[in-house]
């Protein structure tokens, strides 16, 4: 009796160290998740990146100034001229309100942060409760070693930190966190059964659902297990209350928000929700009255139900199908009809297959994305399924279809990443579980041997005895999951020492080679981590440096544009670029765009590409028409920038000629290809597109020689006509055009009755033959 | 569906026909009866034209015509060249014209002197350059008042890429004729519909019953394993790239047509054979570990556990190796830890 109550001591003492150990652990974990994020910071300042966060920030302004009713109601008229954007009702505002209350509470504490550092760093503080959640999440699955192992993995993990670097101030920041939580909450309640876990998991499914449009991806996959789990038989009362509240309460909380609204009941997005609701209710049906009746009366009673359900379901699937027919995408939208059917948004919505991250992944993408987690998943799917419980086969379930996904769009990489990691988790794990194992229970010495065995054997008798109705059971409803999971290991051993007094263990000298080898992994993991994240994932793309043989170069033509927009220009000047850049100019500049990133309405953009497809004459008219002050263009040629207007240009020409039937996508290539050589067509070194960003080219010192399509220009001297050039910053990479004023009526008829001069008969013709761009 | 066999005897008959209308220049009717006992011999009524028939109906004929031609140019050599999807673009044509024939069946014959033909390259050299024909896919309309097959008109490079709905758009802007819809065979038939629904049906008790007792392949977690690591495999091979860019397995090395490239050098491409190999070696080593810690540490013998995982070892230890090489080499990046600068 001693002896066992020394043991527990011994063993409370132990985990009491363990808990300990783990949670300084965790903390370890979300200083790194934080800390490897910082390399944007460090390495070029602390600004936000790229062009999403640019408007997320301007809203999160709008936010702190203006206060949470201005911004519900808040109608945006430096956007999408004429037409405007609604912000309260066409954005995510999960993302926008989190930074806000942050920046509001660290305020309220006297800690006086500007909004936009606090944006900067929004991301990576929401890692590190990523990694955490991620911590939860494999807990439940497997236990506290998996759970630390895939939180340290999710830490680091590329994909992920291309997503949440400090200054990337993105709704996947939280979205990322917010997801992982509401599975953690899922398959807590699955495992608990309890309703207090249930009302968490609709509440944190709510606040994916304000973060990010990739709610729909919960909505489908939970139905998606429950319907596997129904199928292979099994549905307990676990898993009603995991997917009934979180259908009604979510679906309910997910109409509040109002860029969502009744989405929720109208598209097909949510429909297989709603079938797997009337399922799982019909199949409860089945199982009470399968306990209240007699296995006889049960069978008449099933036959009846069959026929009911039959006859139900065929209703609301004649339903289903009638409303769906009705709208012409079948009531999905593209980007969700481009992952059923991936070949179709290439075939149809150019908008959206001109975005390079909706690209297929290709196999490189995912060492560099995953990397050598990527090795190690396929073991954590096979570790699930021994045993497979509920937990594990939502997991196995959740990394199927993300790793599918991510087969069709690159962005969804980001969904599969915490899969990864926690499959990767639970692998390492479980491996080094076995190998540790071997070389614990064979240390050559067989006294400390059989004292160490002896004491967990004891350990694991007085336990196993006592739970032991419990785990033969095997009845899945886990109150406490984690001792169960400690028996389960505690009880192979004792069983394996007492038949064969054998464990299950290899070799010591190769267990210990494996180790060494795991490790090595892990460190390349690291080692391949710190490197994306410093070289590649860490650039803001508004600033950009490159290193030559004379030394380091920056180049701020960006930021140098836009601050000339917004010192020289009028307030209520409109300026007219391409959309990438249109968050931007609203947001550094205060200028009023045509059209942003923000890509709701197809046409207008397609005005634009119109605009700077056409002729300059053409152009200027529809530029006109649109009140446009000043145009943008963004011209890497000089500096060899590869990602600007011309390398776009095709895409362009593509947007306008599915709106636009004159424009035609044949009339700018040569053999099929796109040149801006002497081989080029003559539409091509017509159009406004060439014409913006090669004036004056042949005289800088490039002479005429792009140095990204590495190629002379075709056409290299020419005037403008009705466009003069305002300003070209530092590296020529962004340059400012303005529209020439319409001449004045009689003047220009005047001068042309003495004057030949081109660009006033140009005019006066444009006048006579000049209609609305509209019509 | 491909016409060319039942025309073999075809090609013997048209020598005959010209030779004993030669004597006598054939009058229009006389073409146009010819040209639709051709087109009945056809099972999708695309006749098939070599250079005589060409100079036959085209180049010997006075203008205007009683009818007009419309040619799809094809060449049994770039068949094999998927870039082109001659085959397939072939196989469109024919569906067009099928279409047109059965929109038309009931009308007066006026509207049915509308042919639809086709052209070989290596038979009909000298009808290409004729035309002037230098790319394919090419499909050419000749009107009734075309003086040299140069005139006739041809259609839009870009419209291929629509299949049948862009060539029928292109045969009625120009014969101011309907084509009418177009009727593509189902994939099934309707015969085989009907029978999997009596199997569906047939099983369908079955099938319930088995589901009811928890005894079907669904309820076997090794199918189940099977499939989760299959899809992964399928992920991670790139195979969805693959599919959406319609990427060959492997490409001929221009210099030297016997070597075949399996491995493509730049990141944003990936050959399919490529994806297939990489996606085995990500696979492989998950296994290996799987393997070790699931089944290996059943065995009893200590000395065949020390065989196999030395084995196993090397296995794994050799994909990370090569994936990691492979994808230095394939992206021209290596990744390189960062050491203080003391260190150096």
Redesign the interface.
């Known amino acids: 009796m001693m002896a066992i109550a020394e043991a527990k001591g011994a063993s409370a003492l132990r985990n009491a160290f363990g808990g300990i150990l783990g949670v300084f652990i965790l903390l370890l974990i979300g200083i790194f998740a934080f800390s490897i994020r910082l390399f944007s910071v460090i390495k070029y300042e602390s600004v936000i990146h790229e062009f999403d966060p640019y408007f997320n920030y301007r809203v999160t302004q709008y936010l702190t100034n203006n206060g949470i009713y201005d911004f519900w109601n808040w109608f945006d008229d430096r956007t999408w001229y004429p037409l405007g954007r609604a912000i309260g009702g066409t954005v995510y505002p999960g993302l926008t309100l989190t930074a806000g209350s942050m920046w509001w509470l660290l305020n309220s504490l006297n800690i006086p942060l500007s909004v936009e550092t606090v944006c900067v760093f929004t991301a990576p503080i929401f890692s590190a409760n990523a990694a955490w959640a991620t911590y939860l999440l494999t807990k439940e699955v497997k236990g506290t070693g998996a759970g630390l192992t895939a939180a340290a993995l999710l830490a680091m993990v590329p994909s992920y930190i291309s997503r949440s670097v400090a200054g990337s101030y993105d709704n996947e920041a939280v979205a990322i966190f917010a997801l992982i939580l509401t599975f953690y909450f899922y398959v807590k309640t699955l495992n608990s059964g309890s309703l207090f876990y249930a009302t968490l998991n609709a509440l944190s499914y709510f606040y994916m659902v304000c973060s990010w449009g990739g709610y729909t991806f919960i909505i489908n996959l939970i139905p998606m297990h429950v319907l596997l789990c129904i ?3 099994r549905y307990s009362s676990r898993l009603y209350i995991a997917y009934a509240p979180l259908v009604v309460l979510g679906t309910l909380l997910a109409s509040l928000v109002p860029v969502v609204g009744f989405n929720t009941v109208m598209t097909s997005e949510h429909f297989s929700s709603f079938l797997v609701f009337v399922i799982i209710h019909m199949v409860a049906l089945v199982y009470y009255i399968k306990g209240i009746l007699s296995p006889k009366m049960f069978k008449v009673a099933m036959t009846l139900a069959v026929t009911i359900g039959l006859t139900v379901c065929c209703a609301v699937i004649a339903i289903f199908i009638a409303s769906v027919a009705s709208s012409p995408t079948k009531g999905w939208s593209g980007r969700s009809l481009s992952l059923l059917d ?2 179709y948004a ?1 075939k149809y919505i150019p908008i959206i297959a001109s975005v390079s991250e909706h690209q ?9 994305d995953i990397n ?1 987690l ?10 699930c ?2 045993p ?1 419980s509920d937990a594990s086969s939502f997991m ?1 379930l959740y ?2 279809i993300s ?2 996904f ?3 769009m690159v962005r969804l990489m980001l969904v599969l990443a915490p899969a990864a990691c926690v499959m990767s988790g639970i ?1 390492l794990s ?2 080094f ?2 190998f540790t194992r ?1 070389i614990k229970f064979q240390a050559g010495d067989i006294n400390s041997e059989s004292s160490i065995a002896q004491n967990d054997v004891s350990n694991v008798d007085s336990n196993a005895t006592t739970d032991k109705s419990e785990t033969v059971s095997k009845e899945p409803s886990r109150k406490n999951h984690e001792k169960e999971k400690e028996q389960e290991i505690v009880k192979k051993v004792t069983s394996k020492s007492q038949n064969g007094k ?1 464990l ?4 010591q000298e ?1 267990s210990a ?2 180790i060494l ?1 795991l490790i090595a ?1 892990g460190g ?1 993991y690291v ?2 981590c ?3 994240t ?1 070289t590649a994932y860490s650039a803001p793309a508004i600033v950009l440096k490159s290193y030559t043989p004379d030394g380091l170069r920056v180049f701020d033509d960006f930021r140098e544009a836009y601050a000339w927009l917004q010192h020289n220009t009028d307030v209520d000047d409109k300026v007219a670029s391409w959309w990438d850049y249109g968050y931007q100019i609203t947001a550094m500049a205060n200028r009023t765009v045509i059209v942003d990133n923000n890509t709701w309405n197809n046409t207008h953009i397609a005005t634009v590409g119109a605009a700077v497809s056409s002729p300059e004459k053409a152009a200027w008219e529809i530029f006109n028409s649109l009140d446009v002050k000043y145009v943008l263009v963004v011209f890497g040629g000089l500096v060899g920038y590869p990602s600007d207007d011309i390398d776009k240009f095709i895409w362009m020409v593509r947007i306008a000629g599915g709106v636009f039937p004159h424009i ?3 009339d700018y290539l040569r053999d ?1 290809r796109y040149h801006i050589d002497a081989h080029a067509t003559p539409t091509m070194l017509n159009c406004l597109m060439y014409k913006l960003s090669y004036y004056r080219f042949v005289e800088t010192e490039a002479e005429g020689f792009d140095k990204v399509r590495r190629t002379e220009i075709g056409n290299k001297k020419f005037e403008l006509t009705h466009f003069e050039e305002a300003f070209t910053t530092e590296h020529w990479m962004v340059r400012i055009y303005k529209l020439k004023l319409p001449k004045n009526r009689i003047q220009g008829k005047l001068k042309n009755k003495s004057s030949s001069e081109t660009y006033s008969s140009n005019q006066t013709r444009a006048r006579n033959t000049r209609r609305n761009p509209w019509q | 569906m491909d016409p060319r066999n039942p025309l073999l005897l075809l090609f013997l008959a048209i020598p005959a026909l010209i030779s004993l209308s030669f004597a006598t220049s054939p009058s229009a009717d006389d073409l146009v009866a010819e040209l639709e006992t051709l087109r009945a011999q056809s099972p999708s009524g695309v006749i098939h034209l070599d250079d005589r028939a060409v100079s036959r109906f085209l180049t010997s004929t006075p203008v205007p015509r009683p009818y007009s031609l419309i040619i799809f140019f094809d060449a049994s050599q770039l068949r094999s060249k998927p870039d082109l999807h001659l085959t397939q673009l072939r196989s469109e044509f024919a569906l067009v014209s099928s279409s047109f024939t059965d929109h038309h069946a009931s009308s007066p014959a006026a509207s049915l002197r509308v042919f639809f033909c086709d052209i070989e390259f290596q038979e009909s050299q000298a009808s290409f350059s004729l035309f002037g024909v230098t790319a394919l896919p090419h499909v050419r309309y000749v009107g009734p008042h075309h003086h040299s097959p140069r005139d006739s008109e041809s259609m839009d490079q870009s419209g291929f890429s629509r299949l049948a709905e862009s060539m029928a758009e292109f045969v009625e802007a120009k014969t101011k004729l309907p084509v009418g819809p177009i009727v593509r065979p189902p994939p099934i038939s309707p015969r085989q519909i009907a029978f999997l629904a009596v199997a569906l049906l047939i099983s369908a008790p079955f099938l319930i019953k088995r589901i009811l007792e928890g005894d079907t392949m669904l309820h076997d977690r090794r199918f189940w394993m099977a499939l989760a690591v299959f899809v992964y495999f399928f992920s991670v091979a790139g195979t969805m790239h693959n599919i959406i860019r319609k990427m060959p397995m492997f490409l001929q090395d221009r210099n030297d047509p016997d070597r075949l490239i399996f491995f493509y050098q730049g990141s944003g491409m990936q050959l399919g054979a490529e994806g297939f190999a990489v996606g085995f070696l990500y696979t492989i080593v998950g296994l290996i570990v799987a393997f070790a810690t699931h089944v290996l540490v059943r065995l009893r013998n200590t000395t065949a556990q020390r065989g196999v995982m030395l084995v196993v070892m090397l296995v794994a230890f050799w994909a990370v190796k090569k994936v990691i090489h492979l994808d230095n080499w394939k992206t021209g990046y290596s990744v390189h830890a960062f050491w203080p600068t003391s260190w150096r």
């Open positions: 199928v292979t038989g991936p070949t290439s297929p992944p290709t196999w490189p993408l995912y060492f560099v050598v990527a090795f190690l998943v396929p073991a954590g799917i096979i570790a399924f021994s497979l196995i990394l199927a790793a599918y991510s087969g069709v692998a479980e491996a579980d076995v071997s054998k299950l263990v290899l070799p190769v080679v494996v080898l992994l390349f080692g391949h710190v490197w994306t410093a035609r996508e044949q099929g």
